[in-house]
Structure formats: structure tokens, C-alpha cells
Nanobody, 127 residues
Framework: QVQLVESGGGLVQAGGSLRVSCAAS????????MGWFRQAPGKEREFVAA????????YYADSVKGRFTISRDSAKNTMYLQMNSLKPEDTAVYYC????????????????????WGQGTQVTVSS
């Protein structure tokens, strides 16, 4: 099993940038495809981005495409989400997730596709 811990959330003004991190431990990092999800108050958890085991293949939700960048560093067992041009509607708790299966187009944005989750980190964007 892999354990995931997010960090780097905080308060930022609209138009600003923030980078959140997800540190993995307990298992071989390269075995897992990874993803970022977010959940705003009163809303369902939604897909943000995903990255393959090698880091070569990346997917993004339309709402963040061109503003957010997902990456991973195998030497540090860490995944990142660089968030630029932040908007108030990006405010949410951001969760990282991992799956031991390969990413599959059509289901990579599904919560049920991921087996392991972190505890989340709050990102608040003020207007």
C-alpha cells in the first residue's frame, strides 16, 4: 500500500500561483499512476489532472487546462500540481490519489478509479 500526504495549500489572490505537493511512501512510487482531485463545499469531488507512471502522459480537466501543470519526481517520490492564474472558483480542498492500474481514457476522471487517497490540502483563492 502507498500512503499519500498533501502539502502546500494556502490563501492566494486571484491571478496568483500556488504549488501543491503529494508525498508518497510505503510502496514503489513508480508503480502508481497518480491524480489530483478537488472538492468545494457542497459539491462533489471533481477531477483536476492525472499523470501516468512514467510521467509522460498527462490529462487535465477542461476547467484547468492551460493554467495547471501536473508533474512527478520519482527521485523524491512526490507529485506536484503547479497552479497559475488562479480563480476564486478554484477554491477547494485538493486531494491526491493513486492507482496501481494503468490510466484508462474515459475513466481517469472517476473517483472510483483510484485506490489510495491523501487527506487533502485547502486552497483558497480570494477575489
Amino acid at each position: 500500500q502507498v500512503q499519500l500526504v498533501e502539502s502546500g495549500g494556502g490563501l492566494v489572490q486571484a491571478g496568483g500561483s500556488l504549488r501543491v505537493s503529494c508525498a508518497a511512501s510505503g510502496s514503489t512510487f513508480s508503480r502508481y499512476a497518480m491524480g489530483w482531485f478537488r472538492q468545494a463545499p457542497g459539491k462533489e469531488r471533481e477531477f483536476v489532472a492525472a499523470i501516468s507512471r512514467t510521467g509522460v502522459i498527462k490529462y487535465y480537466a477542461d476547467s484547468v487546462k492551460g493554467r495547471f501543470t501536473i508533474s512527478r519526481d520519482s527521485a523524491k517520490n512526490t507529485m506536484y500540481l503547479q497552479m497559475n492564474s488562479l480563480k476564486p472558483e478554484d477554491t477547494a480542498v485538493y486531494y491526491c490519489a493513486a492507482t496501481a492500474t494503468i490510466l484508462r481514457v474515459g475513466v481517469i476522471d472517476q473517483v472510483s478509479e483510484y485506490d489510495y487517497w491523501g487527506q487533502g490540502t485547502q486552497v483558497t483563492v480570494s477575489s
